[in-house]
Nanobody, 124 residues
Framework: QVQLVQSGGGSVQAGGSLRLSCAASEYTTSMKYMGWFRQAPGKEREGIACFYTSGGNPYYTDSVKGRFTISQDNAKRTVYLQMNSLKPEDTAMYYC?????????????????WGQGTQVTVSS
């Protein structure tokens, strides 16, 4: 059973930056891709970025494209989400997730493992 442990997050003013980390207890060849999601109070969970663990360009939704960047450190089994130019509307609980399925997706049900979540609060 893969465990994803998140760290980072916190509070920042608009225009600031934060970096989220997601450490996997193990990297297996069965983990095909990983994603980042967020959920604001009273709103549905939103997938914002995903990438194949084997490499290739990540996919970002328009809401974060150009501001958020995914990177990974395979030696540390850790994935990062660098968030720049943060806006108040980015305030949410953020989750990383991993999927065993073959085709890249930002649909929550396509993911098998989830991190515990970390809060990001952006003030104006």
């Amino acid at each position: 059973q893969v465990q994803l442990v998140q760290s980072g997050g916190g509070s920042v003013q608009a225009g600031g930056s934060l970096r989220l980390s997601c450490a996997a207890s193990e990297y297996t060849t069965s983990m095909k891709y990983m994603g980042w999601f967020r959920q604001a109070p009273g709103k549905e969970r939103e997938g914002i970025a995903c990438f194949y663990t084997s490499g290739g360009n990540p996919y970002y939704t328009d809401s974060v494209k150009g501001r958020f960047t995914i990177s990974q450190d395979n030696a540390k089994r850790t994935v990062y989400l660098q968030m720049n130019s943060l806006k108040p509307e980015d305030t949410a609980m953020y989750y990383c997730a991993a999927s065993l399925r073959p085709n890249l997706s930002l649909l929550g049900p396509e993911y098998n493992y989830w991190g515990q979540g970390t809060q990001v609060t952006v003030s104006s």
